[in-house]
């Protein structure tokens, strides 16, 4: 069970995971050594399980953010599977769902063409609804 401080050291963590130990326990109230060893605990537990960072993909030629509801054609799903595998550049999360479709995808493509290609692909193996990202809120 997480306390007020494992939660307060995964706020910290969440808004800067290379924050020190030093200044992570000044800011929940704990010696740099007491921070540490409750991150060490958190990883143990498998409450933290990676450290990542987060791309601007506009700065990096990705600016089409897509959502893409699937509504696979067959109940054998595996011919989509591997077509999705064929297209993980694009793809930035793969979620099996429960409601209107089958899969959500989360996209980013460089240009309305690749999108256009993509989704031509995406046709041999299952219908979609697809969202475009106008602005972030």
């Known amino acids: 069970m997480l306390d007020r401080t494992d939660i307060r050291i995964l ?7 290379r924050i020190s130990m030093k200044e ?5 109230h704990l010696t740099g050594q007491a921070a540490s060893d409750r991150v060490a605990k958190l990883e143990d537990h ?3 399980e990676e450290y990542t960072i987060k791309v601007n ?3 990096i030629g990705y600016p089409i953010h897509a959502y893409i509801t ?6 054998n799903h595996q011919p989509y599977i591997s077509y999705i595998k064929t297209q993980d550049q694009y ?5 099996k769902i429960s409601g209107d479709g089958c899969y959500l995808l989360e996209c980013r493509f460089p240009t309305n063409e690749i999108l ?5 692909g995406l046709n041999d193996y299952a219908n979609y ?3 475009i990202v106008i602005k972030k809120q």
């Open 116 to 120: 256009d290609h993509f989704l031509e």
């Open 129 to 131: 609804k697809l969202s």
């Open 24 to 28: 992570l326990g000044e800011k929940v």
């Open 91 to 95: 793809i930035e999360n793969h979620y």
């Open 46 to 48: 498998g409450v933290i």
């Open 11 to 17: 706020d910290e963590l969440s808004n800067n995971s």
């Open 57 to 59: 993909q506009n700065k």
């Open 70 to 75: 699937i509504i696979t054609q067959s109940p």
